[in-house]
């Protein structure tokens, strides 16, 4: 079964597929579905995979097996990638690639992230960090709830989120996606309810961001992945959502304007029809590429 189709797999290739050196750093190597169409079809390059999921980098080591020798995983955020170059005894890169956010497994694999199912509260892509969703829902105070789910949900109705989980912890602990779904679901209006993007998406984006440290280690990542990329080197980075993606551009238009890259993409490029048939949850993809002067 397939249950990661690489986003935008064939705009990605035809960016790496002139690249002058031979490592490229797949950040989000995930289950390695980028890393193989890349190792597949340019016969020249070395992958250095990295996740911060264990289960990932299982997936990965057993789909990239046929290309043994010409890829490397390691587990760490992609906030230490500059670390990781150095410890594969590099010190530059030709390539770059983040495909953020979590994948189809992580989702479908009684995670924590999906509202679709009862399942405890966790969403953590890092199973040895402390923090969980549980940890937020049911211990941090109404005001940092909201901020939360404000700043990184841009939910409109997030202060009367953060109250009615406040009130109901004070009964009994959250404990399922369902659960916290359920309270979502009720403070939203009735006539608001039923549209096609289910009331608990934002909350649960935001949560998933709180707990993961998201936005933090996307500036610091996809900096460190402009400063370890040789003159002429590619940087790619694919976002799923609006915080994102305005992340990405701002960095890029930062580096463009101290004359450090060359921006590839004047708008995001996103699916086309054929991908958005195949595969339709890469509707909200969005693909930005850079190149480093
Ligand atoms: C959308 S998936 C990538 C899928 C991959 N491109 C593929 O084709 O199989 C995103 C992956 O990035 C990982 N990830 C997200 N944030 C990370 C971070 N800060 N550091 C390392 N890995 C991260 C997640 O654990 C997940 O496996």
Redesign the pocket.
């Known amino acids: 079964m397939v249950e990661?189709y690489?986003v935008l797999h064939r705009e990605i290739l035809n960016f790496f597929k002139n690249i002058k050196g031979k490592y490229i750093i797949?950040?989000?190597?995930?289950?390695?579905?980028?890393s193989y169409i890349l190792l597949k079809e340019l016969k020249d390059i070395h992958i250095i995979g990295?996740?911060?999921?264990d289960y990932?980098l299982e997936r990965a080591n057993e789909r990239l097996s046929p290309f043994k020798g010409r890829f490397s995983i390691y587990k760490?955020?992609?906030?230490d990638l500059d670390e990781i170059v150095r410890e594969a005894g590099l010190s530059k890169v030709s390539g770059v690639l983040f495909?953020?956010?979590?994948?189809m497994f992580?989702l479908k694999n009684r995670r924590g992230f999906s509202f679709l199912r009862d399942e405890p509260l966790d969403m953590r892509?890092d199973k040895s960090q402390m923090l969980t969703a549980y940890n937020i829902v049911n211990t941090f105070s109404k005001i940092e709830l909201e901020k939360i789910i404000r700043e990184f949900g841009e939910e409109k109705f997030a202060k009367k989120i953060a109250s009615e989980i406040v009130e109901r912890r004070k009964k009994k602990k959250i404990e399922t996606t369902k659960e916290l779904a359920d309270i979502v679901y009720h403070v939203y209006p009735p006539s608001l309810r039923r549209k096609k993007i289910h009331p608990a998406t934002k909350t649960f984006q935001a949560i998933r961001i709180a707990v993961?440290n998201?936005l933090n280690?996307i500036k610091i990542?996809v900096n460190k992945g402009i400063d370890i990329l040789e003159e002429g080197g590619i940087i790619s980075v694919i976002s799923f959502h609006s915080l994102e993606d305005r992340i990405v551009k701002n960095i890029y238009k930062e580096r463009k304007r101290l004359k450090e890259v060359e921006i590839l993409t004047k708008k995001p490029i996103t699916p086309g029809t054929e991908e958005l048939r195949e595969n339709p949850p890469s509707r909200s993809a969005k693909l930005r590429v850079a190149k480093r002067i």
């Open positions: 990661h690489p797949d950040a989000t190597v995930g289950g390695g579905g980028h990295i996740d911060k999921d990932a760490s955020s992609f906030k495909d953020l956010g979590i994948s992580q892509m993961n998201e280690e990542g």
